[in-house]
């Protein structure tokens, strides 16, 4: 059974950048596609980014697109977010998730409750 541990979320000034990082355990990780989604207080859970098993397919949320960079790698098992131009909106606790399907655009309408493997989050604060 794959687990993932979020690691990468701290404090930064607006318009900074940090890089998020989810490390997998476990030998099949390269057989599912991951996404990243966040969660501010008071608000739903809302999907971010995703990548597919090997690399090919790519989606982002509107609201990230041009500032937001996902990549894998399969032999370190870790699938990594570049936030860059960070805004006090993005201020979230960022979770990854994996899932041996891939959803493509509709990553953003998949339940939480349908992704079979969640990370425990990590906190990212940007300050104006």
């Known amino acids: 059974q794959v687990q993932l541990v979020e690691s990468g979320g701290g404090l930064v000034q607006a318009g900074g950048s940090l890089r998020l990082s989810c490390a997998a355990s476990?030998?099949?990780?390269?057989?599912?596609?991951v996404g990243w989604f966040r969660q501010a207080p008071g608000k739903e859970r809302e999907f971010v980014a995703a990548?597919?098993?090997?690399?090919?397919?790519?989606y982002y949320d509107e609201a990230v697109k041009s500032r937001f960079t996902i990549s894998r790698d399969n032999a370190k098992n870790t699938v990594d977010l570049q936030m860059n131009s960070l805004k006090p909106e993005d201020t979230a606790v960022y979770y990854c998730?994996?899932?041996?399907?891939?959803?493509?655009?509709?990553?953003?309408?998949?339940?939480?409750?349908?992704?079979?493997?969640w990370g425990q989050g990590t906190l990212v604060t940007v300050s104006s």
């Open positions: 476990g030998r099949t990780f390269s057989t599912y596609a």
């Open positions: 998730a994996a899932d041996r399907n891939w959803y493509g655009s509709t990553w953003s309408l998949v339940g939480a409750g349908n992704l079979e493997i």
């Open positions: 990548i597919s098993q090997g690399r090919m397919f790519i």
